[in-house]
C-alpha cells in the first residue's frame, strides 16, 4: 500500500514549497498537466501557471511537463511556456520516467514529479523512487480513463487512511 502513499501532499501545485525541494536536493520538476496546471477542457496556461512557471526557473530547477495526454494538447499547452515536454507518457509506466532520467542525465532522488491522480502520478513516482506530489485536481470533470481511474483511487484513499497513511485533506510535506 506504501507505494501509493504521496511523499508530499498539497492542496495546489501553487501551494507547493519550492525552497524546500531546493534543500532536499531537486534539480527537475516534472508536472503533470490536466487537472495539476489547468484543469483538463482548458487548452493554455493562464497568468497564473505562467508565473509559477517563471518563478520556479528562477530557482534554478529544470522544469519539464509530463502527461500522459495526446501531442497535440500537450505541446500547444508547453510551447506557451516556452519547456520541454513528454506526451503519451503511460504514467505509471516506468518508461518515460526512464527516458526523463537518461535526458537531464540525472539520478531518481533529482527529480520531484507533481501531480493530481495517485495511481499515475504517485504510483508510477514511487515504482522508479522518484519524490512526488500529490495535488487535489483543479476540476472535478475527468475524460473518461481518467474517471475509471479515479473511482479506483477512492478504493486506494479508502485503504490507505485505514491503515493511518493517507487522509485527504491532511496536508503534509
Ligand atoms: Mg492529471
Known amino acids: 500500500m506504501s507505494k501509493f502513499k ?3 501532499y498539497y492542496k495546489s501545485i501553487f501551494d507547493v514549497n519550492f525552497n524546500l525541494l531546493k534543500n532536499e536536493g531537486i534539480k527537475l520538476i516534472a ?3 490536466d487537472n495539476t ?3 483538463h477542457d482548458v487548452a493554455l496556461p493562464d497568468k497564473r501557471v505562467i508565473e509559477l512557471f517563471r518563478y520556479i526557473k528562477s530557482l534554478g530547477f529544470e522544469v519539464v511537463i509530463l502527461s500522459n495526454n495526446k501531442e497535440k494538447r500537450v505541446q500547444l499547452f508547453s510551447d506557451e511556456l516556452n519547456i520541454p515536454y513528454y506526451y503519451s ?3 505509471p509506466l516506468k518508461k518515460a ?3 526523463l532520467l537518461h535526458d537531464y542525465h540525472l539520478q531518481a532522488s533529482q527529480i520531484c514529479l507533481i501531480g493530481d491522480q495517485i495511481l499515475t502520478d504517485v504510483y508510477g513516482a514511487n515504482g522508479m523512487h522518484i519524490m512526488n506530489i ?3 485536481p483543479l476540476a472535478h470533470k475527468d475524460i473518461f480513463y ?3 481511474n479515479r473511482f479506483f483511487e477512492k478504493k486506494v484513499i479508502k485503504s490507505l487512511s485505514k491503515r493511518g497513511l493517507f487522509k485527504v485533506g491532511n ?3
Do not use: H, N
Open 6 to 8: 504521496p511523499t508530499k
Open 31 to 33: 508536472c503533470d498537466l
Open 37 to 39: 496546471l489547468v484543469p
Open 89 to 91: 507518457a503511460r504514467k
Open 97 to 99: 520516467f526512464k527516458r
Open 134 to 136: 500529490l495535488v487535489e
Open 146 to 148: 481518467t474517471k475509471i
Open 171 to 173: 496536508y503534509y510535506e
